[in-house]
């Protein structure tokens, strides 16, 4: 049976002092890697990052800047709520490292051996394909690629003129047409019926290398006494997740595909197979990405508080099994895969047409993955509004004001920023207005009304959203004020009476975009 072990002694003297804990290797291409690091992905969310995969393997590429209050504690309120860090700098007693087993897969792979690269490199060389594509085909053939149609395979007039995967060539068995069980039917196959081979094949030869990136992740870093000595159980924890549960679908996944190969050389279950493990990347692959964004937090905290973090980690690093690949490449790999087997599958299905083969449930494996990849993007969301809210929660005084619990389920901030809250007073002939900023909280159900002292917000006003919330148009010209101005009412506030108040935004974009996003439903 696989298995990582954890000595638990590595642990024992520390527990008491820490409440609350619930130049041989292989060289890889380094300017190839540099080449991509100014492709940063600064989308919105998760989906945007997941069709921006096929242009970037940056660590931070996901758009992660996130809060981590509920795993570290807040040092600094400085930063504004839509950009807080929660940090924690934790120093570990030394303990004499001890030796530690290394994980053993249960399924011995045909495949993984010094002849089958790493994910990385089969990631990178696929990526390089891509952009390759797009420079000959045009931007928009890249961005279709992102989504829908996965690794092209030249058309080929004969058997032999098929390419291997993109990531695998030169390599033993790189194709399935090279196995030596399908030499002997290739001249009873057309040229497309191959293609649909090297396609399904594809996936299990880039599994195999996933596979071997996954077991050097583990038995490197994971098992990695050095590193158990210098960090809390906690931050153990956040910085490999469930990476040894993901590592053992895959192997599971790998052995299933690899006996269907060895059970019909001409394969066409592979929609079958996905399927079966359906459940079983769902419970591996959701609670992996969405705690990535802890790991990005925890390598960057670590890096700048621990001075002890980052000898040790450039130490593993040069182990000749990492092949000069970082922590940050493994750490990863995960994402990389459940988003690149779409496009794989997508691939397979695209060969598959005009094929007399039958690939059985294809379609529905395509959907299950694409579900599997919305589920971690709305968890992800939900992470990330989450966190938010408790930094938030730190930062909120409502002094006068009746408090509200500002963390409820299903709340997530809208829009926030700074507006002039203009005040008209004088006479009927002259008329003064003073100005004095007030900062927006608007949420999906709540609009907060603050005033900034230092780095926390004393609230002023609240009412609920939509409900109690208006925007209106005002004359202007007649009152004397900036045609950036406009009139919130909330109908209750938090004393249930009703109020109004004249805004004023800084340009009168920001006023459309304000007025619009306060007359929302």
């Known amino acids: 049976m696989a298995h990582v072990m954890e000595d638990e002694r590595i642990w024992d003297d520390r527990d008491a002092d820490r409440p609350g804990l619930d130049e041989n290797s292989p060289e890889t291409n380094v300017e190839d890697r540099e080449e991509f690091e100014g492709l940063y992905c600064t989308s919105e969310g998760f989906s945007e990052a997941l069709r921006s995969v096929a242009s970037s393997q940056l660590w931070n590429f996901i758009g992660f800047s996130l809060p981590i209050s509920s795993l570290f504690s807040l040092e600094s309120s400085s930063l504004k709520s839509s950009d807080m860090h929660c940090v924690e700098r934790a120093d570990a007693t030394e303990v004499s490292p001890q030796p530690e087993e290394t994980y053993v897969a249960q399924f011995e792979s045909e495949y993984i051996s010094s002849s089958v690269p790493l994910y990385q490199e089969y990631w990178m060389n696929s990526l390089k394909k891509d952009l390759h594509r797009a420079q000959h085909n045009g931007l928009s053939e890249l961005v279709t690629s992102m989504r829908l149609p996965g690794l092209k395979t030249p ?44 396609a399904i094949f594809e996936l299990i030869v880039s599994e195999a290398s996933y596979q071997k990136s996954l077991i050097v992740a583990l038995n490197v870093f994971q098992c990695s006494a050095e590193l158990k000595q210098i960090l809390s159980r906690v931050q153990h924890h956040v910085l490999f997740s469930n990476l040894k549960d993901v590592c053992r679908i895959s192997e599971r996944f790998l ?70 690949q ?60 989450t966190e938010l809210l408790v930094c938030l929660d730190k930062l ?124 929302s439903k």
């Open 255 to 324: 052995q299933d595909m690899e006996s269907h190969l060895g059970q019909h050389v001409v394969m066409s279950q592979v929609g079958d197979i996905v399927l079966n493990h359906q459940q079983g990347f769902q419970k591996v692959y959701v609670p992996y990405i969405t705690n990535m964004m802890y790991q990005e937090a925890l390598v960057t905290q670590l890096l700048q508080g621990n001075k002890k973090f980052a000898p040790i980690l450039k130490k593993l690093e040069k182990d000749p099994q990492c092949q000069r």
């Open 155 to 198: 058309p080929a007039l004969s058997p032999t003129a098929v390419l291997s995967p993109p990531g695998l060539q030169t390599k033993p068995y790189a194709l399935w047409q090279e196995l030596p069980q399908v030499k002997s039917l290739l001249n009873s196959l057309s040229a497309h019926e191959i293609q649909l081979q090297e």
């Open 326 to 385: 970082t922590l940050k490449s493994f750490l990863i790999l995960p994402f990389q895969r459940i988003t690149r087997m779409t496009l794989l599958l997508e691939n397979i299905l695209k060969r598959s047409k005009g094929v007399c083969s039958n690939v059985h449930n294809l379609t529905e494996a395509i959907e299950v993955v694409r579900k599997i990849v919305e589920e971690c993007d709305r968890s992800v969301q939900q992470m990330k509004r």
């Open 396 to 519: 909120v005084d409502f002094g006068n004001v009746k408090s509200i619990p500002l963390i409820t389920r299903g709340r997530h901030l809208i829009q926030e920023g700074t507006l002039k809250h203009l005040i008209v007073g004088g006479s009927h002939k002259v008329s003064i207005v003073s100005r004095k900023d007030m900062y927006i909280h608007l949420f999906n159900d709540l609009l907060l009304l603050s005033v900034k002292s230092g780095h926390r917000f004393v609230v002023q006003d609240h009412a609920l959203f939509p409900d109690n919330v208006r925007v209106e148009e005002i004359k202007t010209t007649i009152l004397g004020l900036a045609p950036e101005s406009f009139l919130l009412r909330l109908t209750k506030n938090h004393s249930r009476s009703p109020t109004a108040l004249i805004l004023a935004a800084h340009t009168r974009l920001e006023k459309e975009t304000w007025m619009k996003v306060f007359s």
